[in-house]
Nanobody, 127 residues
Framework: QVLLVESGGGLAQAGGSLRLSCAAAAPTFDRFAMGWFRQAPGKEREFVATISRLSATINYADSVKGRFTVSRDDAKNTLYLQMNSLKPEDTAVYYC????????????????????WGQGTQVTVSS
């Protein structure tokens, strides 16, 4: 089993920045595709960004493209999401997820492709 723990959420003003981290307790972290998803109250959980093994493939939702950057540090078993130019619409609980059986080059955007999920971290952006 894979344990994922998100951190770095908090309060930010519109136009500000936050960096989220996802620490994975898994010796095969480098074999996983990883993703960030978010869910606001009363809304469906949605894809934000995904990244494949070796960072060969990266996908962003249109709503965050140009503002958010996803990256990974396999030596630290950690996934990151750098969020710049934050908007109130970014307010949500952000979840880290792992596709533990990912093939090379795969970075799925569908939630049902991911087997392991973190507990989430709250991001609140004020206007």
């Amino acid at each position: 089993q894979v344990l994922l723990v998100e951190s770095g959420g908090g309060l930010a003003q519109a136009g500000g920045s936050l960096r989220l981290s996802c620490a994975a307790a898994a010796p095969t972290f480098d074999r996983f595709a990883m993703g960030w998803f978010r869910q606001a109250p009363g809304k469906e959980r949605e894809f934000v960004a995904t990244i494949s093994r070796l960072s060969a493939t990266i996908n962003y939702a249109d709503s965050v493209k140009g503002r958010f950057t996803v990256s990974r540090d396999d030596a630290k078993n950690t996934l990151y999401l750098q969020m710049n130019s934050l908007k109130p619409e970014d307010t949500a609980v952000y979840y880290c997820a792992a596709d533990v059986d990912a093939i090379w080059g795969s970075a799925p955007t569908k939630m049902d492709e991911y087997e392991a999920w973190g507990q989430g971290t709250q991001v609140t952006v004020s206007s």
